[in-house]
């Protein structure tokens, strides 16, 4: 397997949220970081056909940086480089622009996390964080371009480099939630049938399961090492997917109620990749006896930040996920494949739940750490 486009994608989000856990104690250090991440995001953004009219105010360090800004910009850094490569792939993908518009929205939004971790890691530099917030409203602009959520298209495959290497069984979860999300983002409302509905709401709540039980066993465990914000902020997760799991039980029962069948499993490609993904989920979770313990799961605390990653990626994947359903819900009512009755239309009754795992707090301020929280539940 070779590393993609969406897969540098991803590492540049997922060590982006990585910098929310800690702080940096040197506020020239961060603002040298973040000159880095800008300077990556604005070569980027022009392979990308976009622009960033902000300028940096001074040119980033020639050395590089092991920090995790530092990182965030190496990473766009080098799926800015895979765009680069001039073949034929490369140019067929480059010339889709809603693709271009995806791609553009997903970088923006890596590089304002970024800007969120210097914002609260700074407090004497008054110009600069006058620059900052300016080049944040910019990038949220761009971050919030993307009204077809359906992924990356054509972008998402390119590829480079040698084959990836996975490491343990933690490392393939990532990966197959990706292959997840994209395998429901790809499917036209069109063909989706109503045992396809049944079973992605199905699959969404199996996911927030899943995602439940490692947070109670993160919590549990005498070994995790969480500090307080950790423990809280699980302790919020776990609340919200048991609240969120109760809205899908109660959509699972309408899909009942509402719709007729076609006879048999449903055999999309969602479908299938769910399966590869719950196998290797089982695989970190379950042995023949059934589910691990906490003190099995979480031995010591890098077991426990390996764990916090894992439950990251896939609350991301299934907010992704429930978009993609309540999207292709809302267009089949439109489109008259859906029927329901007069009286119901103008509720969320039948919609299946719309979750919203962000990186903020309510307020919008970025903690050391928030792993992404359900914030509203629309299903009721």
């Not at 056909?49 to 995790?68: I, Q, V, Y």
Request: hydrophobic share 45%.
């Amino acid at each position: 397997m070779r590393a993609t486009y969406e897969d540098l994608l991803r590492t540049a989000r997922r060590i982006a949220v990585s910098a929310q856990r800690g702080t940096y104690p040197d506020e020239s250090e961060v603002l040298a970081d973040w000159q880095a991440v800008l300077f990556a995001t604005k070569y980027h953004l022009r392979w990308l056909r976009g622009r960033l009219s902000t300028e940096p105010w001074e040119c980033p360090p020639g050395k590089r940086s092991d920090n995790a800004l530092g990182r965030v910009a190496q990473a766009i850094g080098a799926a800015a480089d895979l765009l680069a490569v001039e073949d034929a792939a490369a140019a067929t993908a480059l010339n889709v622009g809603e693709d271009l518009v995806a791609a553009r929205s997903e970088v923006a939004a890596i590089a304002l996390m970024a800007a969120k971790v210097v914002l609260r890691n700074t407090w004497s530099f008054d110009a600069e964080r006058t620059h900052l917030r300016s080049v944040m409203r910019e990038l949220a602009d761009i971050a919030g371009s993307d009204v077809r959520r359906t992924g990356l298209g054509g972008l998402a495959g390119l590829a480079a480099g040698g084959p990836a290497v996975l490491a343990d069984a933690r490392s393939m979860i990532g990966p197959a939630a990706a292959r997840w999300e994209r395998a429901h983002a790809l499917m036209p409302p069109a063909a989706v049938l109503t045992r396809d509905l049944r079973s992605t709401t199905a699959q969404l709540r199996t996911v927030g399961g899943y995602v439940c039980h490692l947070a109670t066993s993160l919590l549990s465990a005498p070994a995790s090492g969480l500090d307080a914000r950790e423990r809280r902020d699980l302790k919020v997760i776990i609340s919200e997917l048991r609240g969120f799991g109760a809205s899908a039980g109660r959509v699972e029962s309408t899909w009942r109620r509402r719709l007729s069948d076609l006879s048999g499993l449903s055999d999309s490609q969602g479908e299938v990749a769910f399966l590869d993904l719950k196998g290797a989920v089982d695989r970190i979770t379950r042995d023949e006896r059934g589910f691990r313990t906490a003190r099995e799961l979480v031995p010591d605390h890098r077991s426990a930040a390996g764990l916090l990653d894992v439950a990251d990626e896939l609350l991301w994947c299934t907010e992704q996920v429930s978009r993609n359903q309540q999207q292709t819900v809302s267009w089949l009512i439109g489109a008259g494949r859906l029927f329901v009755p007069r009286q119901e239309a103008p509720s969320r009754h039948l919609l299946p739940p719309a979750p919203s795992w962000w990186l903020t707090s309510v307020a919008g301020e970025v903690g050391a750490y928030r792993p992404r929280r359900l914030l509203r539940r629309a299903a009721r």
